[in-house]
């Protein structure tokens, strides 16, 4: 069935027309971890799609203390320093597998303000042989040379001390530059194992 607007047809059997997104997704790319240091997507982000959206999949950290948090950074043109300014704001619900720890707080401690930080995604993955963290991340228009660059993150997280921990994280990126890299690491040891998927959003 197509979709009509004022006698236009916008989108009929899977087609588009007048420019209107379908919002299908598009793998670009796939990282997976070996004990890394980080997983960096250094290709791929172009003009050609106004959102991509990042798949973080069983992600396992190779330490297990509460300080750990996985958290991502982005960079511009062939630059490697990752310390792009960001503002953000963090909150989390919380609930324990023996009930008696249930709690919804902003986390003012994983949150920037003009900061240059890695930006914290979620903290305190467990490193326990069961417990990794699995979650979304969409980035709005890298490529602008016009608007800053907002993103969304909603990940959950199996925390060290037998909790999950739902985390959102969202912010712009404060530059008008386009940005072409985008860097996901642990801030304490390394990431053992997981998967990482990169998608372009027709």
């Known amino acids: 069935m197509g979709i009509i607007s004022n006698g236009t047809t916008l989108l009929d059997a899977g087609a588009i027309d007048s420019g209107i997104a379908s919002g299908a997704m598009v793998l670009l790319s796939t990282l997976t971890a070996s004990n890394s240091a980080t997983l960096d997507f250094t290709s791929g982000i172009t003009s050609t799609y106004k959102e991509y959206m990042f798949k973080y999949i069983n992600v396992h950290p190779s330490a297990n203390n509460t300080s750990t948090f996985f958290g991502f950074q982005v960079d511009t043109g062939t630059n490697t320093n990752y310390a792009q300014t960001m503002t953000t704001t963090h909150f989390r619900g919380a609930h324990s597998e023996a009930d008696n720890h249930a709690t919804v707080q902003v986390g ?35 490529a602008s040379s016009t608007f800053v660059k907002h993103f969304l993150s909603r990940a959950n997280v199996y925390y060290e001390a037998d909790i999950t921990m739902d985390s959102f994280t969202a912010g712009y990126v404060n530059t008008t530059t386009a940005l072409t890299r985008v860097r996901f690491k642990m801030t304490g040891g390394n990431i053992e194992s997981g998967i990482i998927k990169m998608y372009g959003i027709v």
């Open 108 to 142: 003012a401690d994983r949150d920037q303000a003009e900061g240059t930080a890695l930006q914290s995604l979620a903290y305190a993955v467990g490193g326990n042989a069961d417990e990794c963290i699995s979650g979304t991340m969409s980035l709005f228009d890298p």
